[in-house]
């Protein structure tokens, strides 16, 4: 079944380590993207890219950075963790050309301590 | 540039009332619009889209939503609210060349037994 996967749902980490949110998707998308949402709010953009070897950054300034070198997997990765990055982090991808709509993972539950 | 203004951060209806969320947006090109559902800990759901083809939109969970160009608007409805329906809704504007989404700040739907 196409999908797409974040691992892991849920983190606890402590100040300085370096971490890596892993997304990948089924789906043969050649367009993913990085948000990050603090619990009730608005999503916010972080990274996106629209193939491989290409990455963008969002409209939010984020520490963290994204690579791209398979069309199914966008990992994300904080060099140095702080509590300021407590967060969700949830990523999605799209299809080329038409419509436009981004399908999600079901998130990483990030905790810095 | 896209924006999209959501219209009460938090609605509460009973068990077989009416629900209405309300959507506005802007746009400099033709939009291509979309409804999102977030249930708990969970990534987003797409509900529904508009894409320029037929004005009223029928989604799952018998949401449905219109498009109404001279309003600039595109509100969510389902006749008859359920339990389940509880979640957060946001609305997401795209178009053009731009394969990002602008996102609203997102309305809390609460349904009373």
């Known amino acids: 079944e196409a999908d797409i996967y974040q691992t892991p749902r849920y983190l606890v980490i402590g100040t300085g380590k370096k971490i890596t949110l892993e997304c990948s998707q089924t789906m043969g998308h050649d367009k993913m993207y990085w948000y990050q949402q603090d619990p009730g709010m608005e999503l916010h953009l972080i990274h996106y890219s629209y193939g491989v070897n290409s990455t963008e950054k969002g409209d939010l300034s984020s520490e963290s950075t994204v690579s791209r070198i398979r069309t199914e997997h966008f990992p994300l990765t904080l060099e140095s963790a702080r509590p300021s990055h407590t967060s969700q982090y949830l990523c999605?991808?799209?299809?080329?050309?038409?419509?436009?709509?981004?399908?999600f993972g079901p998130g990483t539950r990030l905790t810095v301590t | 540039a896209q924006s999209v203004t959501q219209l009460g951060s938090h609605v509460s209806v009973s068990e077989g009332a009416l629900v209405l969320l309300r959507c506005n947006y802007s746009s400099s090109v033709p939009p291509y619009l979309f409804w999102y559902v977030q249930y708990p800990n969970q990534g987003l759901q797409l509900l529904l889209k508009y894409t320029s083809a037929a004005t009223l939109v029928k989604g799952i969970n018998g949401f449905e939503a219109e498009f109404k160009k001279s309003e600039t608007s595109f509100h969510l409805t389902k006749p008859s609210a359920h339990m389940s329906d509880a979640a957060e809704y946001f609305c997401?504007?795209?178009?053009?060349?731009?394969?990002?989404?602008?996102f609203g700040k997102g309305t809390l739907l609460t349904v009373n037994p």
């Open positions: 997401a504007v795209s178009g053009g060349s731009n394969y990002k989404l602008t």
């Open positions: 999605a991808s799209g299809v080329s050309g038409g419509t436009y709509e981004q399908y």
